[in-house]
């Protein structure tokens, strides 16, 4: 220390000389530290990869006190900033004890680049949104602080404007409110995108969505129309409502399924209003708002048929009509009619509508009194002016009345809004007119025609229905589709075997339509028996199909829709000559792999090879579409004695497969958890091992992802088995021994078993619960005399793809399959450096578990420190939250946190993941009425969720979430705030099981 070393040079403490960094870069293999900080220590045993000296920073591992392993106990690293040379790295990173650019704001003093970026420690122009500001609001990808394009870019609350380029706050509360028509009368047309804002209340007609609020004052009774259209490529769903009080007092609300809603009151009185614009489940894109005032007629024309007012729904362009109407303006003109209300009939005043279908229809009428009418609503529906045989429903009741008419036919008809039981008031009047859709059932599937071994057909699943019921197996490749999915029917007839290639694709401007098709031999039968395959394209693209030597027979092609999506589509069928299936397609007949000298080598293809699978199944579990629509075609192999077994796949020259690999034992078709010893896929190959692999027949599968199919190599080879570690199991748990509170060792789970199996209940962590199901672990005990932090990191060697897991059991529950008694547990979803930590441990003696998260084995450094115990945070509940004042930052710690928040307690649109990690609770009193920002910058290793609890410090009470940027990085979100009243705000993760899900930050409110 504190010898000065020209250019990029460090010094050797150990020879005195000075050396050049590793690899010739100023840090280790030209990267930074993988995010776990050193704490200021010596290095806990990791030694760079060839090199003598640790002149950068170590690989993730946690400096904690003790000597790198082989080498003299000295830390080449800085001391102070004399240490560092002036230049590109003038500052000596305390933790680290490394010489960087910066590790903190101030060390960037230029304008331009005025952040210092933890993760690399440079200084940069910006990390995240929360460093920028109007009129530069967005960080880049160059992390430069440039105008906004979207609104997305703005956050939640905010909006982009065209004009300038800034974000703007919105006006989605009352408070808030943008005032329009200043006069009390006129027209005004604008843009919105009401899915930027807050979800704080809800109409009548819709109860979530994120809305925006505008307000207006009349002097004197107007007449109002209001409609909402989304503009061109939005994925806006337009619901409005208007309230004369902030909070309960509506007057009027529309939520229809698709295209407009509007509102039409055709006598306003004078007052003050607030208008509600909506997008139903927060749906984005922007919107047009249209507002019209004017003054109201002195008569109402349609209180004959002859004066009917015209509603615009013609079951063909326009599906959906609202009007406002109000009988106290009508009079008992006709009493004849209502049929089905003899006071309405003697003394009812009423009004007349009319629509003209285009086509055939399904029609659905409704009468709903708007808040405060009194009005009992009489429906008549008929021909227009004739009313025979007329349609009539009456309520008993200031309540909705409704008719239904399915297969309306094209024509024009009336509507007759009568008023019941001597009263008379204010309405909304619904019709709604979907085109019937032939197909929506099998009873009547369209047939195809096939001219060249071809067939289309074109449709639109906009207006059907959802086919599926709770229960049904299929369409077995998407969830959604069954759930909420619109489905239509095809079929087609084959008189003798072919192979059949189906294609939809979705068609219009700016399709958003993600099409799925299954198919199926018998119509009803929603079981996966009958289904002959199934493809979801899981994107507005096209899903295609491919069954191979289909026998001859009647099929039916459901063409669905996943994740609620629905449009116009183009239908392709064509039919080729059959191709018979490899030998070993199926698990009737699988080719035995023939071994010499330890190795089986085949060639083969799936061109022609059937999908056994269906995307219900269980196995294969690492790809979801070889489970769909892939081809497979199947091995077996027998151990005579416990052997290591290699599996090397590869496509073939020009081969367009990607291969999926999986083994199963014992039996070919099982679909059991425990059967499956391995499941890899990968572009350009496969190559696992298996160590140990028990005694036994396995039947090795070639599978096919993303719909490839092709040729392939497959190589097996046995070998030797590799020793079990000696702390493979509970009974051979190897005790870490402490120096200086620090326990470094190398260990391996090459060889190793899985100690658990598929049904236990631990480890509760891992990717679709790997380490229980497959797994290999080796187990450590440590002995705590007293309260202490524990700090667990464990680094991959080797060069397998190996995800570690860790996870610690209580004392006495070494083999315990408890969740109850698995006091954390976390795993990665890459080969990089895994922490755990564990604050306050009692004193005791507990197990570590070294698991995997992958289906691969390696070796592994592990560090484990023992720190003081850190207590409990004082703001870990709402109990005592601290207190954030405007522009002030406070530090904070989630490491000894609870989990007292999670996504069970949240509403919907707080939901991301489980939000089951550690949690502390801040508070914020606005100190005047306008916008507010909070920032949440968290240390390099730490990725926070922040979620604002708005009127109480309760979980329901949440209504933002911010979640986006990652470990290191700023989270933010702006937000309208009331003088004098408190805000609280959440920093969480999303998941306790996941590497970066506590740490310290820095929290403050601008």
């Avoid at 009079?331 to 209502?338: G, I, Q």
């Avoid at 629509?629 to 090397?648: H, I, K, N, W």
Wanted: hydrophobic residues 35%.
């Amino acid at each position: 220390m504190g010898v000065r070393c020209s250019g990029s040079d460090l010094c050797n403490p150990v020879t005195g000389l000075c050396e050049s960094q590793d690899a010739g870069t100023s840090l280790d293999a030209g990267t930074v530290d993988a995010g776990v900080l050193d704490g200021g220590v010596v290095d806990a045993g990791l030694p760079d990869a060839g090199a003598t000296i640790d002149a950068g920073v170590d690989a993730g591992v946690a400096d904690a006190g003790a000597p790198d392993a082989g080498m003299e106990p000295v830390d080449a690293g800085c001391g102070s900033n004399a240490d560092c040379l002036l230049g590109s790295a003038p500052y000596c990173e305390p933790s680290t004890r490394e010489c960087v650019e910066c590790f903190l704001d101030v060390h960037c003093p230029s304008s331009v680049v005025p952040v210092c970026d933890l993760r690399v420690k440079r200084c940069v122009g910006c990390v995240a949104g929360a460093n920028c500001a109007n009129p530069l609001p967005v960080c880049d990808a160059t992390q430069q602080c440039v105008q906004c394009t979207t609104s997305a870019e703005c956050g939640a609350g905010r909006e982009c404007s065209a004009v300038t380029g800034e974000c703007t706050s919105l006006n989605d509360t009352c408070a808030t409110a943008r005032a329009i028509l200043p006069s009390g009368t006129g027209g005004i047309s604008i843009t919105a995108e009401p899915g930027q804002g807050i979800d704080d209340t809800a109409g009548s007609c819709n109860p979530n969505g994120p809305e925006l609020v505008y307000s207006f004052t009349t002097t004197s009774t107007q007449s109002l129309t209001v409609a909402v259209t989304p503009l061109s490529g939005s994925s806006a769903r337009p619901v409005v409502y208007l309230r004369s009080d902030c909070a309960m007092t509506q007057l009027a609300c529309d939520a229809p399924p698709s295209g407009s809603a509007s509102i039409s009151i055709a006598a306003l009185p004078a007052g003050s209003y607030f208008l509600f614009v909506e997008s139903a489940n927060g749906a984005p894109g922007r919107v047009s708002l249209s507002v019209a005032l004017q003054t109201p007629p002195t008569n109402v024309p349609n209180t004959t048929c002859a004066g009917a007012q015209t509603l615009g729904a013609n079951g063909a362009t326009t599906f959906r009509s609202v009007v406002v109407g109000n009988t106290t303006l009508g009079a008992n003109t006709d009493t004849t009619l209502p049929t089905c209300s003899a006071t309405a009939r003697s003394s009812g005043n009423e009004l007349w509508y009319s629509y003209t279908l285009a086509a055939q229809s399904n029609v659905t009428v409704v009468a709903r009194p708007i808040s405060g009418s009194t009005l009992h609503p009489v429906i008549s529906m008929g021909a227009a002016c004739a009313n025979t045989g007329t349609l009539c429903q009456a309520a008993t009741a200031a309540a909705a009345t409704q008719v239904s008419i399915s297969g309306q036919p094209a024509g024009t008809y009336s509507i007759l809004i009568d008023s019941a039981d001597g009263t008379t008031g204010a309405f909304q009047l619904e019709l709604d007119a979907v085109p019937v859709i032939a197909n929506d059932a099998c009873a009547g599937a369209t047939a195809l025609s096939f001219v060249n071994d071809s067939a289309t057909a074109t449709g639109d699943t906009s207006f059907a229905t959802n086919g599926n019921v709770a229960g049904d197996q299929t369409p077995s490749c998407s969830d959604s589709a069954r759930g909420t999915g619109r489905d239509v029917i095809f079929s087609y007839t084959l008189a003798t075997a072919r192979d059949v290639t189906i294609a939809v694709t979705p068609t219009g401007a700016s399709p958003t339509y993600q099409p799925v098709v299954s198919v199926r031999a018998s119509c009803t039968d929603a079981t996966r028996a009958t289904e002959q395959g199934c493809a979801s394209s899981a994107a507005p693209a096209t899903g295609q199909l491919t069954l191979v030597n289909q026998p001859a027979g009647t099929y039916f092609a459901w063409v669905d829709g996943s994740q609620d999506t629905s449009g116009p589509f183009q239908l392709e069928v064509a039919t080729a000559a059959p191709t018979p299936p490899p030998a070993n397609d199926t698990c009737a007949s699988p080719e035995t792999l023939t071994f010499s000298n330890d190795v089986a080598t085949v060639t083969g293809s799936t061109l022609q090879a059937a999908n056994d699978n269906s995307g219900g199944d269980v196995s294969p579990t690492c790809n979801p579409s070889a489970k769909q629509s892939g081809r497979d075609v199947v091995y077996q192999f027998t151990l005579a004695q416990p052997r290591d077994v290699r599996f090397q796949l590869v496509p073939t020259a020009g081969s367009p497969l990607i291969p999926v690999l999986y083994v199963r034992r014992g039996n070919c078709t099982s679909q059991l958890l425990a059967d499956e010893v391995t499941c890899q896929a990968a572009i350009g190959g496969v190559d696992t091992s298996l160590t140990r692999l028990a005694a036994g027949t396995y039947f090795v599968f070639v599978d096919s992802s993303a719909s490839t199919r092709g040729g392939f190599q497959l190589a097996v080879t046995q070998s030797t088995p590799t020793p079990a570690p000696a702390n493979d199991s509970c009974a051979g748990a190897q005790t870490l021994v402490f120096t200086n509170d620090v326990a470094n060792v190398s260990g391996t789970l090459v060889g190793a078993d899985n100690s658990n199996s598929p049904t236990d209940n631990a480890p509760a962590c891992g990717t679709d619960f790997l380490p229980r199901r497959f797994g290999r672990d080796v187990v450590y005990s440590y002995t705590l005399t007293s309260a202490r932090d524990v700090d667990v990191t464990v680094t991959p060697g080797g060069t397998e793809p190996w995800f570690p897991a860790l996870y610690v059991r209580a004392p006495n529950q070494c083999a315990s399959f408890s969740a109850g008694f698995e006091l954390a547990c976390v795993a990665e979803t890459a080969s990089r450096p895994l922490r755990l930590y564990l604050p306050n441990q009692a004193a005791g003696t507990y197990f570590l578990h070294v698991d995997s998260n992958s289906y691969e084995s390696a070796p592994f450094m592990l560090n484990v420190a023992r720190r003081a115990a850190t207590p409990t945070p004082a703001n870990d509940s709402c109990a005592a939250p601290t207190m954030l004042s405007p522009g002030v930052a406070v530090q904070g710690d989630t490491r000894a946190a609870s989990d007292n928040f999670n996504s069970l307690g949240y509403p919907q649109v707080c939901r991301r993941g489980l939000l089951d990690g550690r949690d502390v609770v801040y508070a914020y009193t606005a100190a005047s009425t306008g916008t507010a920002t909070v920032v949440v910058t968290p240390e390099a290793d730490f990725n926070p969720a922040v979620l604002m609890l708005q009127n109480a410090c309760a979980a329901a009470q949440c209504v933002r979430f911010a979640d986006a940027q990652g470990a290191g990085v700023p989270e933010s979100f702006s937000f309208s705030v009331t003088q004098g009243s408190t805000y609280f705000f959440v920093v969480d993760s999303v998941s306790r099981e996941v590497p970066n899900a506590f740490g310290t930050f820095a929290i403050r409110v601008q």
